[in-house]
């Protein structure tokens, strides 16, 4: 099992979104790096939903819900769902993650722009509590 952070911009898509929804499609994601990541998912693994724009905070958790697949609209790019969990009890801010060493090296800091980031057990503890 692995642990994931999935970035979405609320006004497109929003963790309530997706709780509403249940289950959805993952998709949208273009970066290389994070399209190699969605294509490294397996189904069970758990993630951290983090919101990007003006909040900038993680905010709930999900749980791959299948196997990564093509995305339908253009096959060089990949897809996932995702089954809603639980929303967290308060958002964790960026500033707070920055702050944690578990974090130094984690391309959530490092590399603002990767919309698919693999966390340690720990920063999944962090963040899940």
């Known amino acids: 099992m692995a642990d994931w952070l999935l970035k ?3 006004s497109a ?5 997706l709780q509403k929804a249940g289950t959805a499609t993952w998709d949208g994601v273009a970066n290389p790096v994070a399209v190699k990541n969605i294509r490294s ?13 003006g909040e900038k905070a993680a905010v709930g958790l999900a749980t791959v819900a299948s196997e990564p697949r093509d995305d339908a ?7 996932v769902d995702l089954k809603a969990g639980q929303a967290l009890p308060a958002p964790i801010s960026l500033e707070t993650i920055k702050k944690n060493p578990l974090f130094s090296d984690s391309p959530l800091v490092r590399i603002g722009r ?5 966390l340690t057990p720990q920063q999944y503890r962090f963040m899940a509590g």
């Open 8 to 10: 979405t911009e609320p």
């Open 13 to 17: 898509y929003s963790f309530d979104d």
């Open 41 to 53: 998912m397996k189904t069970g693994d758990r993630v951290v939903v983090y919101h990007t724009g």
């Open 73 to 79: 609209k253009d096959p060089r790019l990949a897809v």
């Open 114 to 118: 990767l919309s698919v980031v693999p």
